[in-house]
Antibody, heavy 123, light 107 residues
Framework: QVQLQQSGPGLVKPSQTLSLTCAIS??????????WNWIRQSPSRGLEWLGR?????????DYAVSVKSRITINPDTSKNQFSLQLNSVIPEDTAVYYC?????????????WGQGTLVTVSS | DIQMTQSPSSLSASVGDRVTITCRAS??????LDWYQQKPGKAPKLLIY???SLQSGVPSRFSGSGSGTDFTLTISSLQPEDFATYYC?????????FGQGTKVEIK
C-alpha cells in the first residue's frame, strides 16, 4: 500500500519561499512506472497541477507555465521523498497543496494522494 | 492547455437515484480521462481511469464512458456516502487539467 506523508509549514510570508516535502512509503521515487506530482487546490483556481518529477534512466521535471519561473521539484533518493519549492510567494498562492503519485498510460492518472497541507501566504 | 468543462456544476438528488455527470474536453483526449470524488477536508479519490476502468475498491455502481471529447460518469443508485464533489481530469497532454467540479447534494 502506497502512502504519501506531507510535511512543511502552513504559513509563509509574502515574497518568501514555500517548501513542502512528501515522504513515500510502499513505492520508490526512482520507479520507472510512476511520476511524482504536486497539485494545489483553492476556491478561486480549483484543482491546479503544478509539476512533477520522474526517473527514466535520468531525472526529468515538468512544470506548469503559470509557476514555471518560481517552482522547483526535487527528488531525494536517500530519503525516498520529493519536495516542492515555490519562490516569491504571493497571497494568491494560498491553497491546499497535495503531493500525488501518477501512473498509467498517457501522462497518467492520480492514484495516491498525500493528506494535503493548507499553506497560507500572509504577513 | 486543454480545458475541461463539467456539467452540471451542482445537482440535487435522492438516495437511489441514477446520477449522470458530463465532462467535455476542448480537444480530443482519446480515452485519457479520469474521475475523482472529493469529500470536505479530504484529498480527491480516484474512481475511474482511462474513461471506463473502475479503480480497485470502488463500488460497481460507479461507471464511466466516452472517448474523444465527451465523457460521462454515472452513479447507478446513489448512496448516502456518494454525496460529494466530483472532478474529471485529462491525462492526455501537459499541463494536466481538471474540470471545475460537480457538487452532488441531498435532495
Amino acid at each position: 500500500q502506497v502512502q504519501l506523508q506531507q510535511s512543511g509549514p502552513g504559513l509563509v510570508k509574502p515574497s518568501q519561499t514555500l517548501s513542502l516535502t512528501c515522504a513515500i512509503s510502499g513505492d520508490s521515487v526512482s520507479t520507472y512506472s510512476a511520476s511524482w506530482n504536486w497539485i494545489r487546490q483553492s476556491p478561486s483556481r480549483g484543482l491546479e497541477w503544478l509539476g512533477r518529477t520522474y526517473y527514466r534512466s535520468q531525472w526529468y521535471n515538468d512544470y506548469a507555465v503559470s509557476v514555471k519561473s518560481r517552482i522547483t521539484i526535487n527528488p531525494d533518493t536517500s530519503k525516498n521523498q520529493f519536495s516542492l519549492q515555490l519562490n516569491s510567494v504571493i497571497p494568491e498562492d494560498t491553497a491546499v497543496y497535495y503531493c500525488v503519485r501518477a501512473v498509467g498510460a498517457g501522462e497518467g492518472y492520480f492514484d495516491y494522494w498525500g493528506q494535503g497541507t493548507l499553506v497560507t501566504v500572509s504577513s | 492547455d486543454i480545458q475541461m468543462t463539467q456539467s452540471p456544476s451542482s445537482l440535487s438528488a435522492s438516495v437511489g437515484d441514477r446520477v449522470t455527470i458530463t465532462c467535455r474536453a476542448s480537444q480530443s483526449i482519446s480515452n485519457y480521462l479520469d474521475w475523482y470524488q472529493q469529500k470536505p477536508g479530504k484529498a480527491p479519490k480516484l474512481l475511474i481511469y482511462a474513461a471506463s476502468s473502475l479503480q480497485s475498491g470502488v463500488p460497481s455502481r460507479f461507471s464511466g464512458s466516452g472517448s474523444g471529447t465527451d465523457f460521462t460518469l454515472t452513479i447507478s443508485s446513489l448512496q448516502p456516502e456518494d454525496f460529494a464533489t466530483y472532478y474529471c481530469q485529462q491525462g492526455s497532454n501537459l499541463p494536466l487539467t481538471f474540470g471545475q467540479g460537480t457538487k452532488v447534494e441531498i435532495k
